[in-house]
Structures are given as C-alpha cells and as structure tokens.
C-alpha cells in the first residue's frame, strides 16, 4: 500500500527557514512524481513545487528563489526548502505522490496524499 508522510513543519519568525520532509513508501522499485500543496487560513489548497522521477522541477513564481524541492529517491524521501519565509506563507502544506513519471500542479495529478504539516510564520 503506497503511503507517504509529511515531517518538519512548525514556526518561525519570518525571515527563517524550514524543512520539510516528506517519506514515501509502498512504490517498490518505481519511483513517484511527486509535489507539495498548501492551504492557508480561509483559502483554497494550491500547488507549490513539484519533481518529477527524472529530477525536473517546477514551481509556482511566489517561491521562486526562496524555496527548494528535492529528493532522494535512496531514502525514499522528498524535501522543500524554505528559506525567507514569510506570513504569507503560513498554511498547511501536503505532500502529495502519483505513479506517473510526470506530474503538474493540480490535484488531480496525484492519488496519494499525507495528512499534512502546519507551518506558520509570524512577522
């Protein structure tokens, strides 16, 4: 059974960083395509990074520069690097995967997700 989970959220003062970590399992051999969300207080869940299993990366221009998706598919594990975070992006975030090798930004490209991280920012 494919899971993933989440790992590394809490609070900081903006400015800070953060790391997030999200583990997979269940894939066997393959590799998923994979992608962090977030929900902000009273919003809509939206995508933010995504990677593919070739290592190809995409993310949404408000976290340009400041954060950075990774992974080690060794460890069976995803990362986001957030660095000068900011209130703004106070939310949970998901990590979410996908069997396909390709992956975009909405949430129906992905059919399993985690129970989600809170992150918040205070300025």
């Known amino acids: 059974q494919v899971h993933v989970a989440e790992s590394g959220g809490g609070s900081v003062q903006a400015g800070g960083s953060l790391r997030l970590s999200c583990a997979y399992s269940?894939?066997?051999?393959?590799?998923?395509?994979m992608g962090w969300f977030r929900q902000a207080p009273g919003k809509k869940r939206e995508g933010v990074a995504r990677i593919n299993i070739g290592g190809g990366t995409y993310q949404v221009d408000s976290t340009m520069g400041r954060f950075t998706i990774s992974r080690d598919d060794a460890k069976n594990m995803m990362y986001l690097q957030m660095n000068r975070l900011l209130p703004e992006d106070t939310a949970m975030y998901y990590c979410?995967?996908?069997?396909?090798?390709?992956?975009?930004?909405?949430?129906?490209?992905?059919?399993?997700w985690g129970q989600g991280i809170r992150v918040t920012v205070s300025s």
């Open positions: 979410a995967a996908t069997p396909e090798s390709h992956c975009g930004l909405k949430e129906s490209d992905y059919n399993v």
């Open positions: 269940g894939y066997g051999s393959r590799r998923p395509c």
